[in-house]
């Protein structure tokens, strides 16, 4: 076996890394790598070769088996003109790629080497929309309309959030939205620069960037419907039974909700604190906050808001927290690049307001704030491609993962605080609410669950009434 080839498929690098190849055939099949036996199906390694262009840097190994047995190639350079001359013929706008002969255990293959460049490319024989693949996972799937037209921003250096909405003139923002953001409303020239507001036909006009952050709640409803994060807490690993609903932030901005989903996250999360063996007592929260404050901002500056029906959500579960935005990778990114500190800006206005509130880093640095929080023994977070939309999963801290001692748990479980409280005597939500530092419909729901489990009761069954008091049951 040769002992290395040039790639450039595994970095988002216009450089070629020598690559061993043993290690390549390592490698899971990906967005960007990909394994064929041979050239049987010629049409099929045509269309993943099309659907990694449109996606990042890639690969495709011809020669090697799903089960990375090395198969061989008995006219490699044979099929090297077949595949040339299928790609050339097959694929709009000209794409080149690399071919490259190796040998693995004697056995000849060919390494496809696939560059990455917003177009989109698509089959001739399907045309656009229809004939666009990209890769999800391992797979090809069809481009939706909103990648398509997202590549094609791209290659004309364009961003989505940085459209003009002539419709809403500047001073039709909401001008309270600004200041409770800036301090004070900046200049226009300012918010000019940032790409909140531009000139058009004369007159200062919002762009999408602008009323997906400013806007009146009407104006988002109109251009931005489902420009907003819904945040949910779960009893359990499933979603069976709702713990907590955020519906305060149904009619927020994503900017407020960003700065409002701590309170969420304080009601919700669990605080925890262990002992080491100098018996020093350490604090632990299921989660790191500047983990969760990275993924946050990087749901909310690289979302893809030209996809419809997704918002960001935020779902916490008993043992990981998952954060969904909508669209997949920005064009050209993958893992990889994202902890090379190489992502691409996908929302350019929303990126530089975040920047300028000092919300956001632009530089790539999220990563190595997330890498510090692993000294402290906080599981990495996983990315994944999934319908369309960008998942990252946080595991819960190993601490919470399982019922070990040394760990004092809170915020989740209340109840017990609760009964304590009503066993002194009656009280309502309110009161309850005061006492344990939840909100009152936090403490709400709490008191209707235990009284569903039969522990509490209201002190007066014909009323609904948010004064209502709740007392201890006594077992009979």
């Known amino acids: 076996m040769r002992a290395w080839f040039p790639v450039h498929c595994l970095y988002v690098d216009p450089q070629l890394v020598r690559t061993n190849l043993t290690d390549l055939i390592a490698q899971p099949e990906s967005n960007i790598l990909d394994f064929k036996r041979d050239l049987s199906s010629l049409p099929k390694t045509v269309k993943t070769i099309l659907a990694i262009a449109n996606t990042a840097n890639g690969v495709v190994v011809i020669g090697i088996s799903d089960d990375k047995t090395p198969f061989g190639l008995s006219q490699p350079l044979k099929d090297e003109e077949r595949l040339a001359e299928a790609v050339k013929s097959s694929i709009e706008p000209l794409l080149l790629v690399s071919i490259k002969h190796a040998t ?7 390494v496809v080497e696939i560059p990455f460049s917003p177009r989109p490319y698509y089959l001739v024989s399907e045309g656009i929309p229809d004939g666009v693949y990209v890769r999800e996972g391992s797979t090809n799937a069809k481009a939706d309309i909103a990648t398509v037209e997202e590549l094609r921003r791209q290659g004309a250096l364009q961003s989505f959030d940085l459209e003009t909405i002539p419709a809403v ?3 039709q923002l909401d001008q309270r939205r600004i200041e409770v953001a800036f301090g004070k409303r900046p200049p226009d020239a300012k ?3 940032l790409g909140v507001i531009v000139d058009h036909a004369g007159r200062k006009v919002a762009t999408r960037a602008g009323v997906l952050l400013f806007g009146t709640d009407e104006q988002r409803r109109d251009y931005a419907g489902d420009a907003r994060i819904r945040c949910a807490a779960f009893r359990g690993t499933s979603k069976s039974q709702f713990l907590d609903k955020a519906a305060e932030f149904d009619e927020l901005s994503v900017l407020e909700a960003l700065e409002g989903i701590q309170a969420f996250l304080n009601r919700n999360l669990r605080e925890g604190a262990s002992v080491n063996q100098q018996l020093r007592r350490r604090n632990i929260s299921e989660y790191h906050p500047n983990a969760l404050r990275e993924l946050l901002v990087n749901a909310v500056a690289h979302a893809n808001y030209a996809a419809t029906g997704t918002p960001i959500s935020v779902q916490l579960f008993s043992n990981r927290v998952e954060i969904i935005s909508p669209g997949r990778f ?3 990114t993958t893992v990889q690049s994202l902890k090379e500190g190489m992502s691409k800006i996908r929302n350019r206005g929303i990126a530089n307001v975040l920047h300028h509130l000092q919300i956001m880093e632009k530089w790539g640095s999220g990563w190595d704030r997330i890498q510090d929080t692993f000294a402290d023994g906080y599981p990495e977070p996983v990315w994944q491609d999934v319908g369309g939309s960008v998942k990252v999963t946080l595991p819960v801290h ?3 993962s399982a019922s070990g001692s040394g ?3 809170s915020r989740r479980d209340r109840k017990p605080e609760i009964l304590t409280l009503l066993k002194a005597g009656p009280a309502s939500a309110d ?3 005061n006492s344990i530092g939840v909100t009152v ?3 709400a729901q709490l008191l209707r669950d235990m009284a569903e489990e039969g522990t509490i009761e209201p002190t007066e069954t014909a009323t609904r009434s948010p004064n209502q008091k709740w007392r201890f049951r006594e077992a009979s």
């Open 169 to 171: 003139a500047a001073e």
């Open 407 to 409: 760990v004092e748990k």
């Open 431 to 433: 009161e309850i609410a």
């Open 441 to 443: 419909r936090r403490a």
């Open 191 to 193: 918010l000019d620069n």
């Open 398 to 400: 190993p601490y919470f």
């Open 330 to 332: 920005p064009p050209g």
């Open 104 to 110: 693995v255990q004697k056995k000849s293959i060919l």
